[in-house]
């Protein structure tokens, strides 16, 4: 439950819409749901600022669509990540609300906020095979209500890609720089902009790339400042980073 449907529970009682008895019916599953499988969190939105966020892989298609409705009925919207076809058409059969990605592998229920134009997040992405990652990031913000703008296909082979969009680079409120091969991307758009700058590797390249490991070594090793890192393909966790700063005021 969001602060702004507690808000509205409380003013229906104060104006005597609704009795004392239905609200505390309403508030009932506060702060947690206990299912036969999974105990939901439905009071992480009043504690974080956004819903409890679901980890779709290792959860059978039946975990799904129990948790996701119950998320949903409780701050009507809901999100689950790494979620391969076949769960999200069980889900989507049982929920019809329910809306799947194939590239980013996200499945969410509920309206997309409005974003507001400032501030936004870059989400800068090396190369093509890059872009389910990049993609998990940029949908995740745009389901909290984020404005993102994306930077496609921009790595350090052809630098010139990158440098064409440095005013879009210099105007956001946080970069997220996805990268696989040596990583060289996170540490170049840090040596470029004053906001932070969110690395995520990619388990993307050949032999010694070693699934991702390389590239995030070099990121952790970046000589640039104001650069953080987040764990091989977690295109979500960044996300959650990026989210953070843009709602305490990072730098626009």
């Known amino acids: 439950m969001s602060p702004e449907h507690i808000e509205k529970l409380l003013r229906q009682v104060a104006s005597g819409e609704i009795s004392t008895a239905e609200a505390m019916e309403k508030l009932r599953e506060l702060p947690f749901t206990e299912l036969a499988h999974t105990t939901v969190d439905t009071h992480r939105e009043l504690r974080q600022g956004a819903p409890e966020a679901v980890y779709g892989a290792g959860k059978s298609a039946e975990q799904l669509i129990e948790i996701l409705d119950r998320l949903y009925q409780a701050h009507e919207r809901a999100l689950a990540t790494r979620v391969n076809r076949r769960k999200a058409r069980a889900v989507q059969e049982a929920l019809p609300e329910a809306h799947y990605n194939n590239l980013s592998r996200l499945l969410t229920l509920g309206e997309r906020p409005e974003a507001p134009a400032h501030p936004y997040a870059v989400v800068a992405c090396a190369g093509t095979s890059d872009l389910p990652v990049a993609e998990e990031a940029s949908q995740t913000l ?44 996170t540490s170049v758009i840090g040596g470029l902009v004053a906001c932070p700058v969110i690395g995520i590797p990619t388990s993307v390249g050949y032999g010694v790339s070693r699934g991702g490991e390389t590239a995030l070594h070099a990121m952790l090793s970046s000589c640039a400042s104001g650069v953080a890192v987040v764990n091989i393909d977690n295109g979500f966790g960044a996300a959650m980073v990026a989210r953070a700063i843009m709602r305490t005021g990072g730098s626009s």
């Not at 703008?149 to 990158?162: C, F, N, Q």
């Open 142 to 185: 745009e389901f909290l209500g984020h404005r993102v703008e994306r930077l496609t296909d921009v790595g350090v082979a052809g630098l010139h890609r990158l440098l064409d969009k440095l005013e879009k680079l210099r105007g956001a409120g946080v970069v997220l720089s996805v990268a696989g091969m040596e990583g060289a991307l």
